[in-house]
Each structure stands twice: as structure tokens, then as C-alpha cells.
T-cell receptor
Framework: GEDVEQSLFLSVREGDSSVINCTYT??????LYWYKQEPGAGLQLLTYIFSNMDMKQDQRLTVLLNKKDKHLSLRIADTQTGDSAIYFC???????????FGSGTRLLVRP | ETGVTQTPRHLVMGMTNKKSLKCEQHLGHNAMYWYKQSAKKPLELMFV???????ENNSVPSRFSPECPNSSHLFLHLHTLQPEDSALYLCASSQVGDGGAFFGQGTRLTVV
């Protein structure tokens, strides 16, 4: 079945690194995504990784994929107050283009 | 101009009203989606259109009626809604087989 799970809440101090974790159940996932949602707004695509990759880095963002454990993480370096938002993990599977989302992790950045 | 535009941003409607939500994408994508986001629930996929053809309807009640007249426009027609239908309705588009979906800002719907 399709299931994507995330922890609900993460609090970090400004300037520290944040690591948001996600697990998924379907081994046929092809792409895995991270989205950011600020209050009152839609979802912003931050980055994505193809399932045959282990890591992807994009400026302050690093995505790590452990396909064996079906574990995805998003690391935000030098976290800023503007990074406070809800972060969603999502996957698509073979022959499908629909996104399956996790419940989201609320990141709070303390000054 | 943003990639995916939704109107209106906010809507309050009575249970006997009929209203429509509009979505327009300027990205040249060939798939469009409606999602429902409620408090304390994961994002729920409602409908998928691929090349204007509806390819998915996730057991959505008939009081929600989608329409996709072309690959750039998507509507969600609403009638006789219930208070539990109050939510943020998000439209998205994507190019099938190429990367993720891009979302609009959503319509915050309140049914009174």
C-alpha cells in the first residue's frame, strides 16, 4: 500500500541545521519530493530526488535517500526564521504521476 | 505571473449555494489536479486530469464536480456542500513523467 510518514513537529535554533525525516512504504517509488507550505499559502516545490540517487544538494538543502530502509531526509543548513513552515514529503510511483503526501512536519525556528 | 493561479482565494458559501473554483496554469503542463487540505488530515487527492481526460476520482462525493475544458484550465463546481467540506482546496499541475507538481495558492473555502 501507499503510505508516507513524517514526524509532526521539529524545533531548532536559528543558525543550526534542521533535519526532517520521512519514511515510505512502497519500494516502487520513482521520485521523492520535498514541499514547503507557509501559512495561508499553497505548496512550494523545494527539491526532488530520483530513486536511483542517494543524495542531492541544492544550496542550503541536502536530500538523502536510503532506498533500502525507505527513508528520506531533508537537511536545511544554517536554518533561518523564514524557514519556519510545514514541510511535506511526497512520492510518485512507477507508471503514475499522482503524488502521495505525508502529513507534514511543522518546523519552528527559534531566534 | 505565477505558474498556477487559483481564484478566488477565499470563499464563504451557504449549504444551498452553487459556486465554482477556478485554476489556470501557465507552465505548459499536461496534467492537472485538485487536492483537499483539511486540518489534521493529510493532503487528499480528489481528481486528476491528464490531457483533459479525467483519470482519477478518489471517491469524491458528487457535490464536487470537476471540469477541464483544456490543458490550461481546471474548475471545481460546488453545490449543496456540507460544513465538513470547509478546507483549503489546492490546484496543481505537472508534466507527466517529468518532475514534481506545482501548486497554486489555494482557495480557502468555508461552508456555513
Amino acid at each position: 500500500g501507499e503510505d508516507v510518514e513524517q514526524s509532526l513537529f521539529l524545533s531548532v535554533r536559528e543558525g543550526d541545521s534542521s533535519v526532517i525525516n520521512c519514511t515510505y512504504t512502497d519500494s516502487s517509488s520513482t521520485y521523492l519530493y520535498w514541499y514547503k507550505q507557509e501559512p495561508g499559502a499553497g505548496l512550494q516545490l523545494l527539491t526532488y530526488i530520483f530513486s536511483n540517487m542517494d543524495m542531492k544538494q541544492d544550496q542550503r538543502l541536502t536530500v538523502l535517500l536510503n532506498k533500502k530502509d525507505k527513508h528520506l531526509s531533508l537537511r536545511i543548513a544554517d536554518t533561518q526564521t523564514g524557514d519556519s513552515a510545514i514541510y511535506f514529503c511526497a512520492e510518485t510511483m512507477d507508471s503514475s504521476y499522482k503524488l502521495i503526501f505525508g502529513s507534514g512536519t511543522r518546523l519552528l525556528v527559534r531566534p | 505571473e505565477t505558474g498556477v493561479t487559483q481564484t478566488p482565494r477565499h470563499l464563504v458559501m451557504g449549504m444551498t449555494n452553487k459556486k465554482s473554483l477556478k485554476c489556470e496554469q501557465h507552465l505548459g503542463h499536461n496534467a492537472m489536479y485538485w487536492y483537499k487540505q483539511s486540518a489534521k488530515k493529510p493532503l487528499e487527492l480528489m481528481f486528476v486530469y491528464n490531457f483533459k481526460e479525467q483519470t482519477e476520482n478518489n471517491s469524491v462525493p458528487s457535490r464536487f464536480s470537476p471540469e477541464c475544458p483544456n490543458s490550461s484550465h481546471l474548475f471545481l463546481h460546488l453545490h449543496t456542500l456540507q460544513p465538513e467540506d470547509s478546507a483549503l482546496y489546492l490546484c496543481a499541475s505537472s508534466q507527466v513523467g517529468d518532475g514534481g507538481a506545482f501548486f497554486g495558492q489555494g482557495t480557502r473555502l468555508t461552508v456555513v
